[in-house]
């Protein structure tokens, strides 16, 4: 690539190395210098234009182990105004972090500040679903601007799925979800026919199926029948049997 032009630029932040257990070394930004020596021009880019002068500072701090015997540290030049002071709270988990967040969150409300002026940024998606859970329980308004939200995660989803067909076996949607999470190779042509055969006969996917199952073993117009997808909706059925046994026992 460089062997006529020795033309190359690299871009990186050699504070950090989110993908080493990918391979990536910041290591390789002093070896390309090394590499290129006179005719390697580094550029530094220092201004922050994201955050206010108090977290750059607070930043800076925590990171500064890493550069004590670095003759290349960089120092951040905060592009905003000092803004307001950085709080460090402790805490001994990740619940006790959540409800200390929303507390705070509460009091700033009752003090005037809308709930749409408050953020919560989090590192995890883990944390985001602890908060959003705890902020439905204590019914704080939020939104997800970017990501996706508990409640439209495929995992919940499917649970939701479970449930519904526990108290209404004849919800096809439900069933359309389930019958195939995880995988037990029902193939679309089967769920085709079984749609088709319960539409004609005006009747729920899964009193469709059961008939499959615990009948005869064949319907009319039912094409696609193999032993094993009929194993699988025998499996959907138990699953669905459990969820109503469980919802039954809660009540």
């Not at 015997?69 to 951040?76: A, F, I, L, Q, V």
């Not at 700033?108 to 679903?129: E, H, K, P, Y």
Request: neutral net charge; charged residues 20%; proline residues 3%.
């Amino acid at each position: 690539m460089t062997a006529s032009s020795r033309r190359l630029t690299v871009v990186g932040d050699d504070a950090q190395s989110i993908y080493a257990f990918r391979g990536a070394n910041v290591g390789n930004f002093g070896l390309f210098t090394n590499h290129y020596g006179r005719d390697a021009v580094v550029v530094e880019l220092q201004q922050n234009y994201r955050s206010s002068g108090n977290i750059v500072v607070v930043a800076s701090h925590l990171i500064k182990p890493n550069y004590d015997n670095d003759p290349t540290r960089k120092n951040m030049i905060a592009m905003k105004d000092a803004g307001h002071p950085v709080r460090l709270l402790m805490t001994e988990d990740a619940s006790g972090e959540v409800n200390t967040v929303l507390q705070a969150i509460q009091q700033l409300n009752q003090q005037g500040v809308a709930f749409s002026d408050i953020a919560v940024l989090t590192r995890t998606r883990v944390i985001a679903a602890e908060f959003e859970l705890e902020m439905k329980r204590k019914q704080i308004p939020y939104a997800f601007p970017s990501g996706t939200g508990l409640k439209d995660r495929h995992e919940v989803h499917t649970l939701l799925a479970y449930m519904t067909l526990a108290l209404d076996d004849s919800h096809d949607e439900a069933f359309v979800i389930a019958c195939n999470v995880p995988q037990r190779n029902i193939t679309k042509p089967a769920v085709t026919s079984l749609t088709r055969y319960a539409s004609t006969h005006r009747i729920s996917l899964m009193t469709c199926a059961r008939s499959l199952v615990f009948g005869s073993g064949a319907l009319d117009g039912w094409n696609s029948g193999s032993a094993r997808e009929l194993a699988a909706l025998r499996y959907v059925d138990s699953i669905s049997m459990s969820c109503s046994l469980i919802c039954q026992v809660h009540n």
